[in-house]
């Protein structure tokens, strides 16, 4: 057979690059050739990173499950698979939960979403009507460990958690990077493929990259500027910028000074928060704080941008929102080159009400609030092992897991993994038997990657640019393969009656059909009829057809100011200073009262990104496991040589909650009193089936962060700056 091209997107990070893909089909099997960056893509321009090839890894990886799994335990206590059909499986499945619903309520059943939750078109569209149909408030998902503060922040300024402010790095002069690395992890919450180049981009029209970073990163090293900060202190840094806008005279509105609220008791809020005040805490000189506040606030086009680690730290709901608030009141806030709103052509904010997702319930052990229908994921441990206290209340019995290995990924993972242990039922919706779906009583493998159709209802809606793009599947899934769609439909279907029957029941409805109405429906739905205003989108009448046509995707243009139209606050204004943030401050004014050095032979613990690695799941992927080992806790000279550590050697990292041993890198990239190690790693627990990453194990992370430490704020767990201890080891 001949070789054909194929154009789709990558769906492995939030970069959305476009693929280039050569293949044959010959005596139906299906080889992929190649796989390259689609240089015709209006977006990424040619654009991929070593994981793009890794596609066709997963579509040809032995481990990847085909068939449902049902775990069998033989009399000595051996577990083994039984491959079982769809019917069986979603059968027992839905009766084995409705058995636990009907006999302890909808609560005892739990439901974890992880990250490839929001690079599946098929799970994204179709696991929120499974859960609504389970009846649970036991909700979780990886957001709980990454991303909750910027919710929080946008839904406190801007009136709804999703309306999030994206950095338009490719119009700014200034671009400020706190706690990210978009050079190993592609970017967040800026969708922006190629970062490197618009990076670089920066620079040659005479801008400045600024970073801020308890390790200097892959990012730092290609900045202009570089500057350690002590992990979780964050927070001073930014109330010491706002102090020095207001102190200063800087405070630009703009704009948007008719719409914003609070600006005065923000002012006094902050007032005790000088340069001076924070400079021993975060490790920072007065100098520079206060000359980064200066230059944001006088380049005509500057953005503050903070990623994960301000995000998962203990004062994360707080980092989120200085930042948004700096970028306003320097007149950045929804200016070209600052932050802008996107206007993806779904917009999946289109009708959206007056937001009410918060404390409506809370945590049954820890009492913590509930955020956008989820518990923080650092309780789902407690709420399986601790018994009922009160009446009615109930822990959880069983588990729904989709697309997450919460294991390696939650604070205090090893706690998890023993909780799991216990449940009376584990269902996991995924395609690999890892740490985490080792426990599952049925594993629903669905069909991934290059046999599914694909459109990024999330990314495009947090990208730097207005574009949007819908791949077809490159393969046809194996006859008796299921769509992770039909999955969730299936079971959504049985779960609401009682006398389902496959004969007779609805057929699960195709995502694409959702995805025409929203792009028929959406911003650039309508043709244009030439009398439309000149401001706000074009309209090319955009819908599943017009995609089907333009598979490198359609450009839309950059992002464009909005405000105050976008806001969905009730009164259509921001205020600046809202109550849930001016308590929290109580809990930053104590910290800051506190002795700012660590006890003596403690050391603070943070996580880092490697461009091949993502995440937790794809070490079974050869070529980007191969080569030196990545699981190392990487550690400053100074402490190294304290420590008698050199680089190679053993050490034993031990915290609060566990310990674990791995090689030493020393390297002056790292702030001294500082250790770094990857997360996702961890993968020697018996029972995995994943017979490359087994060759390299390393160590969980997360068997040593700490369920304890949460943002009090937001919920979201406190994953940086984890004091342990650092030994050699023999
Ligand atoms: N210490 C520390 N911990 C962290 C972080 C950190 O920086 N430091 N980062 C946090 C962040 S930001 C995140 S997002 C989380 C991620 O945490 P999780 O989402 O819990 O973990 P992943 O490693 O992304 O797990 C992905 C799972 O999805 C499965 N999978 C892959 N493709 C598909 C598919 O198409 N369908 C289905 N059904 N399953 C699929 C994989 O087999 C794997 O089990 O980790 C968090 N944990
Ligand atoms: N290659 C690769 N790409 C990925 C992923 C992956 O696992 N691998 N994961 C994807 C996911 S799920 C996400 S959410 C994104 C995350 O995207 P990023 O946020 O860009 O990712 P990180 O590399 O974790 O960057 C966090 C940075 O914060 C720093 N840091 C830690 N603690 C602190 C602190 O207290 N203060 C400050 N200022 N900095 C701190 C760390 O040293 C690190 O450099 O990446 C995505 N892309
Ligand atoms: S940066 Fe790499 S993993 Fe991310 S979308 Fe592009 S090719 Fe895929
Ligand atoms: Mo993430």
Redesign the pocket.
Known sequence: MAIQTHYRACNLCEAICGLEITYRTDAGRNEVISIAGDKNDPFSRGHVCPKAVALKD?YEDPNRLKHPLKRIVAPDGTIDWQPIGWEQALAEVADRLKEIRAAHGPNAIGF?A????V??SG?FLSAPGFVKALGTRAVFS?SS???FPHHFAAWQLFGHPLLLPIPDIDHTDYWLIIGGNPIASNG?IMTAPDVANRLRAIQQRGGRVVVIDPRRTETAHRASEHHFIRPGTDVFLLLAMVQTLFADQLVRLGRLAGVIDGLETLQTAVAGFTPEAVASQTGLDPVVIRRLAHELAQTGRAVCYGR?GVS?QAFGGLCLWLINVINLLTGHLDEPGGMLFTSPAIDILGRAQPYTKYDRFRSRVSGRPEFMGELPVACLAEEILTEPERDGDTRIRAMVT?????V????NGGQLDRAFAQLDLMVS????I?E??RHAHYIL??A??LE?AHYDLTFHGLAIRNTTRYSEPLFDKAPDARY?WAIFEELRLRLETDEYDPATAPAPTDPAHKIDLGLRYGPYGQPATGDEPTTGPARPGLSLQTLLAHPHGIDLGPLRPQLPMRLLTANKRIDVATAPFLADLDRARTVLRQTSQSETGTFQLI?R?HLRD????MHNVHRLVKGPNRCTLELNPQDAESLGITTGDRVRVRSRVGVVELPAAVTADMMPGVVSMP??YGHHRAGVRLAVAQQHAGVS??DL?DETEVDELTGN?A??GVAVTVERVG
């Not at 989709?402 to 919460?406: T, V």
């Not at 390696?408 to 604070?411: E, G, H, I, Y």
């Not at 993502?614 to 799941?617: A, E, F, L, P």
Request: aromatic fraction near 6%.
């Open positions: 997963i974890y992880g990250n490839p939750s690079h599946n799970t990886a460990v990454d991303q967040s994960v998962v989709s697309c997450g290995n919460p390696l990924s939650t604070p919706v995924d395609i690999f890892n985490t779906t493998p669905p991934t990657g599914t992770d996580s990104r993502n995440n937790s799941w997360h996702g992370i997360n962060t767990a994953l940086s």
